[in-house]
């Protein structure tokens, strides 16, 4: 069966300092894989997708950044964080053509 | 911009009763779906209707689909203090496979024993 980590599960990191969210998923190969962030009381906003290593579309222009290293691998990072960087990040899965999507548990992360 | 909108923002209800949720959404899609969030957790889906579905069936779940409308319904029948939680649709888009799915603020349903 698939299944998918995220960590750290909480960070605290203060303004300026950078950001490595890490992703990885397990049991399956070439999944296309998101990052969302989730403000307090708010909906998803998907911030990147991968289809494949080393490639990536961004959906909103900001100071973060995705890398997928390796195929099963996505990483979003920070050079220098933003109070309004805060949030619950999630990472998700889907599998070729199909819609449905698997998520991680998430990483909350509030910068002081 | 938002593509899906949950209405209404937050339910409260007793259990053994229904709980309905409303979602409407502005472009053409490929599917809708259904996702739930426990507090502080990833979403988990629940169920996906494609846009030449009409009306769909998961256990105690029911979900409806008008094109027309352009909106969907989510009913949890005999609802249980452990369907406390956020309730999300999220519409695929025409022609963004595996790409892009546009999630909705949610419905936060609370039921109470």
């Known amino acids: 069966s698939q299944t998918i980590h995220q960590w750290p599960a909480t960070l605290v990191q203060p303004v300026g300092s950078p950001l490595s969210l890490e992703c990885t998923v397990e049991?399956?190969?070439?999944?296309?894989l998101y990052w969302y962030r989730q403000a307090a009381g708010r909906g998803l906003q998907l911030l990147f997708y991968?289809?494949?290593?080393?490639?990536i579309s961004s959906e909103v222009p900001q100071n973060l950044s995705a890398s997928r290293p390796q195929d099963r691998q996505f990483i979003l990072s920070s050079k220098k964080l933003l109070l309004s960087d805060s949030g619950f990040y999630l990472c998700a899965w889907s599998s070729g053509n199909e819609d449905t999507q698997y998520f991680g548990p998430g990483t909350r992360l509030t910068v002081l | 911009s938002q593509q899906g909108e949950e209405d209404p923002q937050a339910l409260s209800i007793q259990e053994g009763e229904n709980a309905t949720m409303n979602c409407s959404y502005k472009?053409?899609?490929?599917?809708l779906q259904w996702y739930r969030q426990n507090s502080g957790r990833g979403l988990v889906h629940l169920i996906l209707i494609r846009s030449n579905e009409r009306e769909k069936h998961s256990g105690r779940l029911r979900v409806t689909l008008d094109t027309s409308k352009k909106s969907s319904s989510l009913l949890i029948t005999a609802s249980r203090a452990a369907d406390t939680a956020s309730y999300f649709c999220?519409?695929?888009?025409?022609?963004?496979?595996?790409?892009?799915?546009?999630f909705g603020k949610g419905t936060t349903l609370s039921v109470s024993s």
């Open positions: 999220a519409t695929g888009l025409v022609n963004q496979a595996g790409t892009a799915l546009i």
């Open positions: 991968s289809v494949g290593i080393g490639q």
């Open positions: 049991g399956t190969s070439n999944p296309n």
């Open positions: 472009t053409s899609i490929n599917n």
